[in-house]
Structures are given as structure tokens and as C-alpha cells.
């Protein structure tokens, strides 16, 4: 018997794709809409943030529930992945997607129409400023211990004119020459497949050679047992600062808490790192719980009158999607009870 998602987990803490703690497959009973609700939330499915894993839980919600006009993916992956069990199933055209990211793909499926919205992140400025809020930390000034950067809902309308869609993309940024004499940064990403975290790490480069930082990038490959490694080879390197998108938002906490020991700052980006031992010094991220309330309110515009059934696609071992669906199923249940109550 599959086990039951707790959406209310580590509510209070925000952060994105994703991730964090690996845990087994698993459904959601809790978070469903009472039945005969306007907009009715059906199922809520593990769909591991990929596109593959996407496609196979929306093609099982799918034979369950038939009649689904809406799916509220948690990330562009997730989204494409849905989209391709609608070609499965013969209902493109029938069912609206919301995704979330605003990956180059997922933009690129918006103008296509095939994802309706995405309230999207803005990566390159996580990198950037966790970078400024390392070098604020080692000059002993003031910064904001926890940043979120509020998305913004991007349309049809958006891509259309996207300059990143068009003939001549923007470059993705330089690296100037290093020279080290900063120190170095140890960075671990949840996964460097995702064009997403690359985005990230791209930045971190940029913007610590501006400031004399050399940067070892990693990818932790969605492993927390392998991310914790890495990050025991950063102490062992005595690196000056870590940046990490947490494996698991609270089994990363041990090698946390051995960094800790060592002196050595650790930043989180995108992803946070929830563990109670675990001293983490600042983070940047997205507030993802304003987006999943976008998601929710893009949902409500694309249904309509008619509303229907909904399916979300989650990935619970990250806070950042827990935050997206419950922003999402908020702004979903408010709507249901002001119809129910006009």
C-alpha cells in the first residue's frame, strides 16, 4: 500500500525543481476537494520533477479519471511529461496544463499552446545573489538571511515577444578570468541534466570570478548519499564557502552540520535545507508559495465557467514543490467555497 504525501510538511519554509529527501513513491489523499466542488482537485500524484516520471503518473491519474480538465504540474519536466500522456490518451486540446519554471522548453511549449502558464523562476539571479551574499558575509555586512524571489505568471502573450524564443537568444553569461586570491566556492547542485540548476551554476561562476572566488561545480545527480560526499571532499579542500540545492531537504543535514564544525559557511539555493541541526547561513530561492498561488489563480481563468477536475503533479521530497501545491490548492479551495457560497 502506497504511503500518504503530508502536504502540510515544513510549510513555513520556502524555497524550487526541486529537491530533497528521497523517499519512496507515493499518492495523496489529503489536499482532494470534496466532491461536486467547482473546480475539483482528484488526485495528487508523485511525479519525480521528470519529464518520464511525469508522463507515467499523469497516464495512471488519467485511466483512473477519465474526464480531467486540468493538470497543475510543479515543474516544466513534469508539464511536458503530462503533455506527452495526453498525446497517449487522445485528450490534448481537452486538458489545460499549468506548469511552473519557465525553463527555455517550457516557454517554448507555451507559445506552442500545449502549457497554458507558468509562474516562472528567475535562476540566474538565485546565482547571482547568493554569490553577493557570500562576499557580504566575508565583509561582514548586512544581508537578507532568507531571499525569496517572487515569480511572475508568464502567458502565451509573454512568449510571443520573449527575446530567449527569437532568432538571437541572449548568451549565456561569461566567466572572467579568476584569480583565486578570494578563495574557492564548493557548489553541489540537485542535478546538472536540468537546464534549470545549469542556469544556476552558470551564474554562481559569473558573478564569484567578479569577485576573486574560484568555483568548483558538482552535481549530486539527485543523491543525497553522493552529495553528501561532495560535500565532505569541500571540507576536506577546505573550501572558503559551500553552496548546495539540498539532495533531501533533511537527510542532507549530517554533512551539513559536519561543514558547520568546520567553519565553513553553507549557502542553499533554490532548494533549502530544513534539518534542525543543520546551521545553514543564508539562502535564495523562489517564493513558491506565492507561485503555486498564481498556478492556482491561472487554473481557475483557464477552466472557466465549466471548472472540472483537476490533477497535480507533485514532488514532495522538495519543500519548494510542497510550498507550489499548497499555494495552489489555496487559491483553488477559496475559489470552491466563494462559488459554494454564492
Known amino acids: 500500500m502506497k504511503k500518504i504525501i503530508t502536504l502540510s ?18 499518492n495523496e489523499s489529503d489536499g482532494l476537494s470534496a466532491s461536486g466542488s467547482h473546480i475539483q482537485i482528484v488526485s495528487i500524484q508523485d511525479g519525480g520533477g521528470l ?15 477519465p474526464d480531467i480538465r486540468g493538470i497543475f504540474a510543479i515543474n516544466d519536466p513534469s508539464a511536458l511529461g503530462a503533455h506527452a500522456a495526453l498525446k497517449l490518451k487522445a485528450k490534448v486540446g481537452q486538458v489545460t496544463i499549468v506548469g511552473f519554471d519557465g525553463q527555455l522548453d517550457g516557454k517554448q511549449a507555451i507559445k506552442d499552446g500545449i ?18 551574499n557570500i562576499r557580504k558575509y566575508f565583509l561582514g555586512k548586512p544581508f537578507e538571511k532568507v531571499d525569496l524571489i517572487p515569480t511572475k505568471l508568464y502567458l502565451k502573450a509573454d512568449a510571443e515577444k520573449d527575446p530567449a524564443l527569437g532568432d538571437n537568444p541572449p ?5 572572467p578570468a579568476v584569480t583565486g586570491e578570494s578563495g574557492t566556492i564548493g557548489v553541489s547542485v540537485l ?6 540548476f545549469q542556469v544556476i551554476a552558470d551564474n554562481i561562476k559569473a558573478e564569484a570570478a567578479k569577485h ?14 553522493k552529495q553528501a560526499g561532495q560535500i565532505d571532499d569541500f571540507i576536506t579542500k577546505k573550501v572558503k564557502a559551500i553552496i548546495i540545492n539540498p539532495c533531501d531537504r533533511t537527510a542532507i543535514g549530517p554533512a551539513v552540520v559536519k561543514a558547520n564544525r568546520a567553519g565553513i559557511p553553507v549557502f542553499t539555493c533554490d532548494l533549502q535545507c530544513v534539518h534542525e541541526d543543520a546551521k545553514i547561513t543564508g539562502h535564495v530561492g523562489t517564493d513558491n508559495y506565492q507561485g503555486g498561488k498564481l498556478a492556482g489563480q491561472a487554473m481557475i481563468d483557464a477552466l472557466g465557467e465549466q471548472g472540472g477536475k483537476v490533477l497535480i503533479l507533485h ?27 454564492e
Not at 502549457?115 to 553577493?132: H, S
Not at 542535478?191 to 534549470?196: D, G, H, I, R, S
Request: proline letters at 5%; hydrophobic letters at 40%.
Open 9 to 26: 510538511a515544513c510549510v513555513g519554509l520556502a524555497i524550487c525543481l526541486a529537491g530533497c529527501g528521497k523517499s519512496s513513491k507515493k
Open 191 to 196: 542535478t546538472l541534466t536540468n537546464p534549470f
Open 315 to 341: 514532488f514532495p521530497q522538495a519543500n519548494s514543490c510542497v510550498l507550489r501545491v499548497k499555494g495552489f490548492t489555496e487559491v483553488i479551495e477559496a475559489h470552491n467555497a466563494k462559488r459554494a457560497a
Open 115 to 132: 502549457i497554458f502558464a507558468d509562474p516562472i523562476q528567475f535562476p540566474d539571479q538565485m546565482g547571482i545573489r547568493t554569490v553577493q
Open 51 to 65: 519529464k518520464d516520471e511525469g508522463f507515467k503518473a499523469a497516464a495512471d491519474a488519467l485511466q483512473s479519471h
Open 171 to 175: 548568451a549565456k553569461p561569461e566567466t
Open 212 to 225: 576573486g572566488y574560484k568555483v568548483e561545480v558538482v552535481s549530486g545527480d539527485r543523491d543525497v548519499n
